[in-house]
């Protein structure tokens, strides 16, 4: 059995992973997984992510399309985007189809397809409270964040706060622990990154639905 079955097994108490986040995301709209994947699946996507040369990544924007611009005001992460070209990257994506399909079952939220990168974030290195869709206006409709970051401490920092909808109340900080992950709601939370103290990795995407005519995926990223 490959390392991304293994993942979806039933746990003790027989429940199934995959009706308990689409469970979390129906009545609260997020929720934090300390390890929903295999060790050895984690440790292959650190060593590509160190293995990729720091050139080949790129200072991230925010807004879209025409909109996009960088403004180190607001984030000063950088990100590299992901496809199925490195086996472990692969076994990821694979990983997030069977949760695309699986929410669709559960949730009939019609997830189009999903897009990532990795983010690394350098000492200093903050992204300020934003959303990642805003209703009628994107095709983001679920987000995800995978930590990669070994031997995180509290004192590094680099948290994720997530706040509640139209709201400055924080509801949950995410420590960004080696192997932990958050699911959320794209256009319900607006959330922030604290400054981190030392680098930070991590695999951030979105389930998005097709918002386009004809066979043009609408936007492309």
């Known amino acids: ?22 469970s979390a995301l129906r009545e609260t709209g997020y929720i934090v997984l300390p ?11 650190l060593r590509h992510f160190r293995s990729i040369d720091r050139a080949r990544f790129q200072s991230a924007g925010i807004g879209r399309d025409q909109e996009h611009q960088l403004n180190q005001f607001v984030r000063t992460d950088e990100i590299f985007w992901l496809d199925k070209s ?16 699986g929410l669709n079952r559960r949730l009939f939220l019609g997830l189009f397809d999903y897009e ?24 983001r409709i679920v987000s995800t964040v995978l930590y990669l970051t070994p031997n995180w401490q509290p004192q590094d920092g680099g948290e994720l706060q997530i706040y509640a909808p139209e709201s400055d109340t924080v509801i949950e900080k995410v420590a960004p622990r080696f192997g932990q992950m958050v699911i ?38």
């Open 1 to 22: 059995m490959s390392p991304v079955d293994e993942t979806w097994r039933r746990g003790p108490d027989d429940e199934d992973p995959l009706d308990r986040i689409a």
């Open 35 to 45: 390890a929903p994947l295999p060790p050895a699946l984690l440790g292959s996507l």
């Open 86 to 101: 490195n086996p472990a990257v692969a076994a990821y994506l694979n990983w997030a189809e069977t949760l695309r399909l």
């Open 116 to 139: 990532c990168h990795y983010a690394r974030y350098d000492r200093g290195s903050y992204y300020k409270k934003h959303m990642d869709a805003f209703k009628g206006g994107t095709n």
């Open 184 to 221: 959320f709601l794209s256009e319900e939370f607006p959330h922030e990154v604290l400054t981190s103290n030392r680098p930070r990795y991590s695999v951030t995407g979105w389930f998005r639905v097709n918002n386009s005519l004809g066979e043009t995926i609408d936007p492309a990223r």
